[in-house]
């Protein structure tokens, strides 16, 4: 163990011939934002459930290897049949259940990986991932080791104090919302998980932030979509009906 960030970027490229590439895709949330019966990831876009949509791009994508499916405990039997079945998802490998908090389910995951040297981290309520984006979230972890997907942001942004007044107001051109996939080289979000998991997970959010706080490694930022939405309230369901005709 000892993950040493690269003080130079690596070159970027195609992957070696022996180096793997996992997807984690995660949809063992309860999506309370959403207020449905049916866990959100579950539910339709133009007749197929918001999850079918990211795996079909993992899927598709010459270079991923594998896909590891994290699901609630009691719907990895619904994964299987009426998703990876129904829809010849051949490239998903294991389907285990995830945990509490994102982050557990992201290191179930991660427990889950053989023989990996790079791992994209997938929310599965984001469906409108595409292989160019894939692509270069790929190619940056293997210049810098990590490489997230975001978009400029397009409004103005404002820090609040505790009482609601605006503390600050970064400058917009280094200002970007983060999306997932994320992509690392496996063994430093693997380390990077277990030294926080050892200390204080409050309040992390996505994965880049457990390499932040552990490894201090340089992170890459490539451009997403601003389509490449999350589906988390009711309204999204909507935009979504209007993106998936374009795909
Ligand atoms: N314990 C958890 C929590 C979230 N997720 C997944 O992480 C992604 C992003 O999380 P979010 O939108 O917050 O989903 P939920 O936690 O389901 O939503 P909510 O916070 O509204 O309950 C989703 O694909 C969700 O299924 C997960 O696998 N395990
Ligand atoms: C990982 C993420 O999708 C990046 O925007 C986001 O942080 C997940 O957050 P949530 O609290 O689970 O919605």
């Not at 107001?169 to 690392?184: C, E, G, L, M």
Request: include cysteine.
């Amino acid at each position: 163990m000892g993950f040493k960030c690269g003080a130079e970027p690596e070159a970027g490229g195609t992957l070696m011939k022996r180096e793997k590439c996992t997807a984690i895709v995660l949809a063992a949330g309860q999506g309370k934002r959403m207020r449905s019966k049916i866990q959100k990831q579950f539910l339709l876009i133009k007749g197929k459930p918001v999850l079918y949509y990211s795996l079909a791009c993992f899927q598709k994508t010459d270079w991923v290897d594998d896909i590891i499916l994290v699901s609630s405990e009691d719907s990895i039997e619904f994964c299987r049949r009426d998703i990876v079945l129904k829809y010849g998802l051949t490239k998903v490998s294991k389907i285990i259940a995830g945990g509490k908090e994102r982050y557990d389910s992201v290191y179930q995951g991660l427990l889950a990986c053989e023989n990996c040297d790079y791992v994209f981290i997938h929310d599965g309520a984001r469906p409108f991932i595409t292989e160019e984006m894939l692509n270069r979230a790929l190619d940056g972890a293997m210049r810098y080791q990590a490489c997230v997907v975001g978009m400029p942001s397009k409004d103005t942004i404002k820090i609040s104090d505790k009482e609601g007044m605006i503390a600050a107001t970064p400058d917009r051109r280094y200002v970007w919302t983060i999306q997932t996939p994320q992509a690392f080289r496996y063994s430093l979000i693997r380390e990077a998980h277990e030294e926080l998991r050892r200390g204080d997970m409050q309040g992390i959010t996505d994965d880049a932030m457990v390499v932040e706080k552990t490894k201090g490694c340089r992170i890459k930022l490539v451009e997403g979509s601003y389509e490449n939405i999350k589906i988390t309230t009711p309204e999204d369901l909507m935009i979504a009906e209007n993106f998936v005709e374009k795909i």
